[in-house]
Antibody
Framework: EVQLVESGGGLVQPGGSLRLSCATS????????VNWVRQAPGRGLEWVANMKPDASEINYSDSVRGRFTISRDNAKKSLSLQMNSLRAEDSAVYYC????????????WGRGTPVTVSS | IQLTQSPSSLSASVGDRVTITCRTS??????LNWYQQKPGKPPKLLIY???TLQSGVPSRFSGVGSGTDFSLTISSLQPEDFATYYCQQSYVTSQLTFGGGTKVEI
C-alpha cells in the first residue's frame, strides 16, 4: 500500500524557519517525481515545489522561490521541505504528493501537516 | 497558466447531472486533471489527461475538453459526491497550477 506521511508542522513566528518531512512506503520512491502542495485555511490548493527522481530538476512556485528548499533522500525514501523567512501567508496545511505515471499528476497524497505562522 | 473554474459553488440533489467547467489562460494540450476533496482530507485524483478515469473512480465521473476549455461531469450525483472539485494543469512542470475550486453542496 502506497503511503506518504508528513510531519514537522507547527506554530512559528514570522521570519522563522521550519522543516517538514514526508516519509513514504509501498512504492519505489527513487522512481517518482515528488511534490509539496499547500492549502491555506478555507482556501484552494497551491502547488509549492517538485523534484525529479534523481534531484537533477527542481521547481518552485513564485511565492516560495528563494525561501523554501525541497530535498529528497532516496535511500531513506523521504522528502523534505525547508521553509525559511516564513510569512503569515505561508500558513497552510502542507501535503506531500507523488507524481503518478502521468507527468505532474498527483496520484497519492499524504494527510498533510499544518503550519501556522503567527506572533 | 491561470485556471478559472465555474461555478465556484453549486447546489444539487442526489440523482442530478452536474457539470463543472475549467478554462485555462492558454492551451495545455489536454494536460488537465480533476481532483475531489472532502473536508479534512487530502485531494483524490479523479481524472487525468482531460478524460482518463483514474483506477477505482466510478464511471459516473467523466471529463472532456481540449484547447482551453474543459469540463467535469457527474452523471448522477450520489451522496458521497458532495465535496469540492479542483482542476489542475499538468502541462508546465515548472509552474503547476490549480483552479479555484467548485464546492458541490446539497
Amino acid at each position: 500500500e502506497v503511503q506518504l506521511v508528513e510531519s514537522g508542522g507547527g506554530l512559528v513566528q514570522p521570519g522563522g524557519s521550519l522543516r517538514l518531512s514526508c516519509a513514504t512506503s509501498g512504492f519505489t520512491f527513487s522512481d517518482y517525481w515528488v511534490n509539496w502542495v499547500r492549502q491555506a485555511p478555507g482556501r484552494g490548493l497551491e502547488w509549492v515545489a517538485n523534484m525529479k527522481p534523481d534531484a537533477s530538476e527542481i521547481n518552485y512556485s513564485d511565492s516560495v522561490r528563494g525561501r523554501f528548499t525541497i530535498s529528497r533522500d532516496n535511500a531513506k525514501k523521504s522528502l523534505s521541505l525547508q521553509m525559511n523567512s516564513l510569512r503569515a501567508e505561508d500558513s497552510a496545511v502542507y501535503y506531500c504528493a507523488r507524481d503518478g505515471f502521468t507527468t505532474n499528476t498527483f496520484d497519492y497524497w499524504g494527510r498533510g501537516t499544518p503550519v501556522t505562522v503567527s506572533s | 497558466i491561470q485556471l478559472t473554474q465555474s461555478p465556484s459553488s453549486l447546489s444539487a440533489s442526489v440523482g442530478d447531472r452536474v457539470t463543472i467547467t475549467c478554462r485555462t489562460s492558454q492551451t495545455i494540450n489536454g494536460y488537465l486533471n480533476w481532483y475531489q476533496q472532502k473536508p479534512g482530507k487530502p485531494p483524490k485524483l479523479l481524472i487525468y489527461g482531460g478524460s482518463t478515469l483514474q483506477s477505482g473512480v466510478p464511471s459516473r465521473f467523466s471529463g472532456v475538453g481540449s484547447g482551453t476549455d474543459f469540463s467535469l461531469t457527474i452523471s448522477s450525483l450520489q451522496p458521497e459526491d458532495f465535496a469540492t472539485y479542483y482542476c489542475q494543469q499538468s502541462y508546465v512542470t515548472s509552474q503547476l497550477t490549480f483552479g479555484g475550486g467548485t464546492k458541490v453542496e446539497i
